[in-house]
């Protein structure tokens, strides 16, 4: 087994360590609001919950040449954001609104997909996720290398409002397999649902 100190290794050898090893990854597609008023849509992989009770969840931004991306500058300004999940059927969409873009333009005619108002925030989110959490910011974390340069923000959004398609949520729980979520691997990789395995726990 190979036994590697990470402050030995470049930038581009931890990225494609970690990207390669924290599989599969969830993938938040996130709606914001421009300064403008554009919709901005953009995937994240480093996504997760941190908390239930009061239920949020966590987006890790990861900065261009110190610059901080438009979802992170748009979530810190208008203070909120829309996070829907990616399934099988929209998975080509969400990829057409990772192109980049000037700020002050939408990626939404990218795509095919439909803007909807949301029931307590400003930034609309869009029809064709099987989930929309309207979420709150948190707590914003800006994180820095060891030479001090920022690098990420670490973003944490409060749930506010749940938008569930009524096939994935049944009977007070969601159905993974009818949800059909897609991971991210590493490079242009994705994963669907595999075999799932039932342990009770001892």
């Not at 709606?31 to 403008?36: F, I, M, P, V």
């Not at 995937?43 to 009770?53: D, K, Q």
């Not at 009061?54 to 829309?82: C, F, Y």
């Not at 096939?167 to 949800?179: G, S």
Request: net charge neutral; proline share 6%.
């Amino acid at each position: 087994m190979l036994s590697l100190n990470q402050a030995d290794l470049s930038a581009k050898e931890n990225y494609n360590i970690l990207i390669g090893s924290v599989i599969p990854r969830p993938i938040a597609f996130v709606t914001t609001l421009s300064e403008t008023g554009e919709l901005n849509l953009a995937p994240f992989s480093f996504f997760n919950i941190v908390s239930y009770r009061p239920a949020i969840l966590s987006i890790s931004i990861q900065r261009k040449n110190g610059q901080m991306k438009d979802t992170a500058r748009h979530i810190l300004r208008q203070g909120e954001a829309v996070i829907h999940t990616v399934s099988r059927d929209n998975l080509s969409q969400v990829n057409q609104a990772a192109i980049e873009l000037p700020a002050d333009q939408s990626e939404l005619p990218y795509t095919r997909m439909t803007p909807t108002p949301s029931s307590r925030l400003k930034t609309p989110g869009v029809l064709e996720a099987k989930i929309r959490f309207e979420t709150t910011l948190y707590q914003h974390i800006p994180i820095s290398d060891e030479g001090g340069e920022l690098v990420a923000d670490l973003i944490l959004l409060q749930i506010v409002h749940y938008h569930l398609d009524e096939d994935v949520y049944q009977e007070n729980h969601i159905l993974a397999k009818k949800l059909e979520p897609m991971s991210r691997l590493a490079g242009q990789d994705y994963a669907q649902l595999g075999a799932i395995t039932k342990l009770k726990r001892p």
